[in-house]
């Protein structure tokens, strides 16, 4: 039989377990799926650019598990188009490494950016921006390159 010091304890045990983890849910440690992402596209260059995005989890040792996403993405140069290209809710927000290229292009290949992305769990979502730009003439250098803006909660 045991005793009365034990029960005791065993008691305050799942009392401390049930009162520890009562607010998991609501902190996003529960089973509840996270927000979504949105992508969104913009083109600063002269012409329209294919830009090419892969979104890989960062979490996962296989390729297989990390790919989470990938797309050719047709974007008009901003001064055919005042508002982004956008794609809702592509992948729940969770972290990952955003690489941007341009793609069928062999001139511009080396414009190639990674970004790591951490999600901020946003009540509507979170949204990420690819921003291929043109190299300016104090960079020596012709080309493009790419951006990656996060809006704020």
Not at 46 to 59: G, K, M, S, T
Not at 71 to 91: F, Q
Not at 114 to 132: Q, S
Request: net charge negative.
């Amino acid at each position: 039989m045991p005793s009365r010091r034990a029960i005791l304890r065993r008691g305050l045990v799942g009392v401390g377990l049930g009162v520890g983890t009562a607010g998991c849910s609501t902190l996003g440690l529960g089973g509840g799926d996270p927000p979504a992402l949105t992508l969104q596209f913009l083109n600063y260059t002269d012409r329209d650019r294919l830009i090419v995005l892969h979104l890989f989890r960062e979490d996962r040792t296989a390729y297989q598990e990390a790919d989470a996403f990938y797309d050719t993405v047709d974007v008009p140069s901003m001064d055919d188009a005042t508002d982004p290209v956008t794609y809702e809710d592509v992948v729940p927000s969770r972290r990952y490494v955003a690489r941007a290229g341009i793609g069928h292009d062999p001139l511009v290949q080396d414009a190639t950016t990674d970004y790591h992305y951490y999600p901020r769990r946003c009540d509507d979502g979170d949204v990420l921006t690819v921003i291929c730009r043109p190299y300016v003439e104090e960079h020596d250098r012709d080309g493009v390159y790419f951006t990656f803006e996060q809006e704020r909660c």
